[in-house]
T-cell receptor, first 112, second 113 residues
């Protein structure tokens, strides 16, 4: 069975600072990995996904993530935080023909 | 395309009452899912369906039933609501291709008193 661990339930950064949200996964087969964002009182929106092509994946709103098999990680980064990035972020893994398994989420706060 | 829609958006139930949540998708997706979201718990899978007429249990299926009579609809039922079922419920859909993402609806906020 696959699982996801998101390190840090809450991350706070200053506007313009680097955003780093950590995600580690466990899977017995090559995984597909996803990052979703949830703005207050809304559903989940896909930020980016890794599907075994390039290990560095670029997504919407300037976010990117790097798949590192040796570290079983898929950390999400953005060079410069914007106030509009404040939201909850979820990492998810899919191994084979199974539903997505989500991490518990990381709430990102951006301080002016 | 409307994508994934959920009805209703909000609902308050009393303990022991029953209700059905409706999810509809217009993307011709084969797979559909019901998740619940609770603070600090992320999203947990309740039930899912890989096609019309089929359903399967997820991580937290107890107290819920589902039906997929039509490809575009996936119903989630609570036969006898309990306060522990107070949550935000999300429906999602996807194609059968494993590399493709799940698309989510806007959610239903359910309170059981």
């Amino acid at each position: 069975a696959q699982s996801v661990t998101q390190l840090g339930s809450h991350v706070s950064v200053s506007e313009g600072a680097l955003v780093l949200l950590r995600c580690n996964y466990s899977s017995s087969v090559p995984p597909y990995l996803f990052w979703y964002v949830q703005y207050p009182n809304q559903g989940l929106q896909l930020l980016l996904k890794y599907t075994s092509a390039a290990t560095l994946v670029k997504g919407i709103n300037g976010f990117e993530a790097e798949f590192k098999k040796s570290e079983t990680s898929f950390h999400l980064t953005k060079p410069s935080a914007h106030m509009s990035d404040a939201a909850e972020y979820f990492c998810a893994v899919r191994a084979g023909d199974t539903p997505l398994v989500f991490g518990k989420g990381t709430r990102l706060s951006v301080i002016a | 395309n409307a994508g994934v829609t959920q009805t209703p958006k909000f609902r308050v139930l009393k303990t022991g009452q029953s209700m059905t949540l409706l999810c509809a998708q217009d993307m011709n997706h084969e797979y559909m899912y019901w998740y619940r979201q609770d603070p600090g718990m992320g999203l947990r899978l309740i039930h899912y369906s890989v096609g019309e007429g089929t359903t399967a249990k997820g991580e937290v299926p107890d107290g819920y039933n589902v039906s997929r009579l039509k490809k575009q609809n996936f119903l989630l039922g609570l036969e006898s609501a309990a306060p522990s079922q107070t949550s935000v419920y999300f429906c999602a859909s996807s194609t059968y291709r494993v590399a493709y993402e799940q698309y989510f609806g806007p959610g239903t906020r359910l309170t059981v008193t």
